[in-house]
C-alpha cells in the first residue's frame, strides 16, 4: 500500500532535484532515476538503483563516485564521505552491461546499475542525491494539496457512483440512465425520482406474461380496464369519431381517441379495453404491454 501510495503521488508530482540536475522518481526505499546522476558528463551510467539507504550509510542521503576501468574491467564504487574513505557500495563487471552493487563495510546498500564506459571519471562532482521523503527534501504545502485535492476527489468519485448503482439512491440523469439503459424502463415526462424508482422496481419485479399482470399495468394509465382474450381488432360501424379526430391526434402519430387497434391472424391475441386515458399515453401504453406479454402474441388496444 505505501509503495501504491508514492508511486500515485509520484505521477502527480516530479520532484526536481536542483544539485543533482535529474528527476528523481522514488517507489519504496528505492532510488530511480531515468537520467545521469551528477558528474556523469559522458552519460556512462545509464541508470541506477539503490535500496537500504539510512542516514548510517549516506551522507545525510548522499553518496560519493567514481568509475574506473583495468583491462576492461568496469568498476564503480561509491563512499559516505566526500574524501572517499569509508566505501559503502561497489561492482565490477568485464566489459559493459547491467552490474549487480554490493554492500562494502557491511553498509546493507545494494543496487544495480546499467554501465557503458567510455572514460574512466573520478572528480569531485561525482555524485549521487538519493531523495528521502522523510529527511532530505520535504514536501511543501502546496503540493501536498496538490496530491492530496485529486486524490480525495477521486475516492468521492467513486463512492458516489457505487452509490448511484443503487435505484433507490439514484437522482437525477443517473437514475435516467440506469433505468433506461440497465433496465429496460425509460422515463416518463415529467416523472419525479421517487415515482420512476417505484416503478422501475415494480416493472421489473413484477409477474409478466399474464392476462392479470397486463391488466394491472394498464390500471395505471386508465380505468375500467377490461381484457378479453381471443378475439382480433375490429372497426365500429355505428360509431363515428369524426369531429374529435383533432381533439386528440398526436403530432407524428395517426391515432384518434375512438381506438387503437391491430388485426391479427395469429392464433393467440387479446384486446384490452380502457377508459379516461389521456392521448399522451398511447404510444407509451403500446410500450408497455410489448414489454408484458409473452412472443407471438397479437393484441389490440380499444380506447372508449
Known sequence: MADRSIELLNTHLQIFNTSAGEYLQLVGDVLRTERVVAGDVTKQIKSLEIKGYTLANTDNYKLYWELNDAAGTRTLSFWKDAAKVTKVLEGSKVGDGTFVLAASGGSGLSGTTKIEWTLDDVDVANI?????????????????????????????????????????????????????????????????????????????????????????????????????????????????????????????????????????????????????????????????????????????????
Do not use: H
Not at 383533432?246 to 381517441?257: C, L, R, S
Open 128 to 304: 549521487v542525491y538519493i531523495l528521502n521523503l522523510e529527511g532530505y527534501i520535504k514536501l511543501n504545502d502546496m503540493n501536498t494539496g496538490a496530491i492530496s485535492n485529486p486524490l480525495e476527489y477521486t475516492r468521492r468519485l467513486g463512492d458516489f457512483l457505487v452509490e448511484q448503482l443503487n435505484i433507490s439512491n439514484a437522482l437525477d440523469s443517473w437514475l435516467t440512465y440506469s433505468g433506461g439503459t440497465m433496465y429496460d424502463v425509460s422515463r416518463n415526462a415529467g416523472e419525479s425520482d421517487i415515482d420512476y424508482q417505484i416503478r422501475i422496481i415494480a416493472q421489473t419485479t413484477a409477474i409478466k406474461v399474464t392476462i392479470l399482470s397486463i391488466r394491472d399495468m394498464l390500471e395505471n394509465y386508465g380505468d375500467n380496464v377490461v381484457m378479453i382474450e381471443g378475439q382480433a381488432g375490429g372497426a365500429y360501424a355505428n360509431v363515428s369519431y369524426a369531429n374529435c379526430y383533432t381533439d386528440f391526434k398526436i403530432t407524428g402519430f395517426d391515432i384518434v381517441k375512438a381506438a387503437i387497434a391491430t388485426t391479427s391472424t395469429l392464433l393467440f391475441n387479446f384486446r384490452a379495453i380502457m377508459e379516461n386515458v389521456s392521448a399522451s399515453d398511447y404510444m407509451l401504453i403500446l410500450s408497455m404491454i410489448d414489454n408484458y406479454k409473452a412472443g407471438g402474441v397479437s393484441y389490440s388496444v380499444q380506447i372508449d
